[in-house]
Structures are given as C-alpha cells and as structure tokens.
Nanobody, 131 residues
C-alpha cells in the first residue's frame, strides 16, 4: 500500500496550491482519506478528510472556507486545493487512509480527525507560505 503526496512548494500569503495524494496497492472504497499537517515543534493536526465512497467531507475550523478536499475515483487520487494561504499554514502536509471500518457515528459527525484513526500514511510534502 502506498500513498504518494505531491504538490507542495513555496507560495506567498494569499496564494494557492493544490496537493495530490495518489493511492496504490489496494482499494480504499470503505476508507476515509485525510490530510494532516505538522509544523516544526508542533503536533500533527487534522486538516480535512473525505469519505472515499460517499464524498462526505470534514474540515478543521482553521481551514474551512479556504481549503477544499476532493477525489477522483478513476485515478485513485485525493486532492487538497488550498486558497488564501496564510503563513500559519506552513507545515509538512501528509495524506492518510483511515483504519477500516470507520465508526459510523464518527463518519456522520466529525469524521476521523485523530492520527491514531489512520492506518496508512504518505511521505509528506512541504508547504511554505511567506508573508
């Protein structure tokens, strides 16, 4: 199983980036696919997630209205469109696939947003936002 994250880079505040996460090695039709980020000296934090089959999405308050998660089933790829970027968005961004099955209550409410709820992780891609 492999999750390959890409698309990071250096951008000015107010700019945009799109991250991609290509999944291979198995199907994730019953999983939730998530994005997390980790800044230096900080814990890994939830950013957003999407159910692979139903398209239900979840967002951290800090990115709501600026970031959009989407998926392409045919390409087995999840995307993270990041707009209106801020310096505080600077971090290494990781994509992840949830443990299976996801608690149905979690699935219809907050979505899995703790690292321990995820089983597979990509290698991370650096996003740097300059002020």
């Amino acid at each position: 199983v492999q999750l390959q994250a890409s698309g990071g880079g250096l951008v000015q505040a107010g700019g945009s980036l799109r991250l991609s996460c290509a999944a291979s090695g198995r199907t994730f039709s019953r999983n939730v696919m998530g994005w997390f980020r980790q800044a230096p000296g900080k814990e890994r934090e939830f950013v957003t997630a999407i159910t692979w089959s139903g398209g239900r999405s979840y967002y951290a308050d800090s990115v709501k209205g600026r970031f959009t998660i989407s998926k392409d089933n045919a390409k087995n790829t999840v995307y993270l469109q990041m707009n209106s970027l801020k310096p505080e968005d600077t971090a290494v961004y990781y994509c992840a696939a949830s443990r299976n099955p996801v608690d149905p209550i979690v699935k219809i409410t907050t979505g899995p947003r703790h690292p321990y709820e995820y089983e597979y992780w990509g290698q991370g891609t650096q996003v740097t936002v300059s002020s």
